[in-house]
């Protein structure tokens, strides 16, 4: 069925390096795809968005990127901060539907 | 301008019982999207609502069920729970019907099943 997964359950970075998170969607019909970050007790928070006709997308500090040939996303974050220790998920939508298929999740540790 | 607001925080219930979990969308937002956040897993798709009716259910029993009311706050029921119902259950509001903009969670509701 569809699926979003992310390739590794834990990442351990130093503070002040660049961080990369990596996900692979199964769904090519999707045309919109999202990184969220889930503190602790909290809800995703929107970090960064980009759509299927866009290969990479900067915000403040992090960076998107889509490679639809191998259905591949990524999150890199530079200097990477203590507040950015969460669980970092990608989600993906298409069709104009109101349904995000979400991944498993990616944990980030920042280490001072 | 409010965000999403979802009571209670945290709910302790029996098996067999029954719950109703609250949802207060976004100022603006006419839709309302609710999903379940197993320990250590992303977000599933329950339903969404938009103008008070169902729009678009994902792999959830009839036991799961929800309303939506005239100022788009939104209800999300549970009947004869099970101990695999325990979950953090979050609420989405957006300004359309689609969920590739402007897609706002709320903290969620803590449910815990014993």
């Known amino acids: 069925g569809e699926s979003v997964g992310l390739h590794l359950p834990t990442l351990s970075v130093q503070e002040g390096d660049n961080s990369i998170i990596n996900c692979a969607y199964s769904?090519?019909?999707?045309?919109?795809f999202i990184w969220y970050k889930q503190e602790s007790g909290k809800g995703p928070q929107f970090i960064i968005d980009?759509?299927?006709?866009?290969d990479k997308r900067q915000g403040q500090r992090v960076t998107v990127l889509l490679n639809k040939t191998v259905k591949h996303l990524s999150l890199q974050i530079a200097a990477t901060q203590p507040g950015d220790s969460a669980v970092y998920f990608c989600?993906?939508?298409?069709?104009?539907?109101?349904?995000?298929?979400f991944g498993q999740g990616t944990t980030l540790q920042v280490k001072p | 301008e409010t965000g999403v607001t979802q009571s209670p925080t945290h709910l302790i219930k029996t098996r067999g019982q029954q719950v109703t979990l609250r949802c207060s969308s976004q100022?603006?937002?006419?839709?309302v999207s609710w999903y379940q956040q197993a320990l250590g897993q992303g977000p599933q798709f329950i339903f969404q609502?938009?103008?008070?009716?169902?729009?678009g259910r994902g792999n959830f029993p009839p036991r799961f069920s929800g309303l939506q009311f005239p100022n788009y706050s939104s209800e999300l029921n549970v009947n004869a729970l099970e101990l695999d119902d325990s979950a953090l259950y979050l609420c989405?509001?957006?300004?359309?019907?689609?969920?590739?903009?402007?897609?706002?969670f709320g903290s969620g509701t803590r449910l815990t099943v014993v």
């Open positions: 100022s603006g937002h006419n839709t």
């Open positions: 769904n090519s019909a999707s045309d919109y």
């Open positions: 989600a993906e939508t298409g069709g104009n539907t109101g349904k995000l298929i």
């Open positions: 609502y938009y103008r008070e009716e169902e729009n």
């Open positions: 989405a509001s957006s300004p359309t019907l689609w969920a590739n903009y402007g897609y706002t």
């Open positions: 980009i759509r299927s006709n866009m």
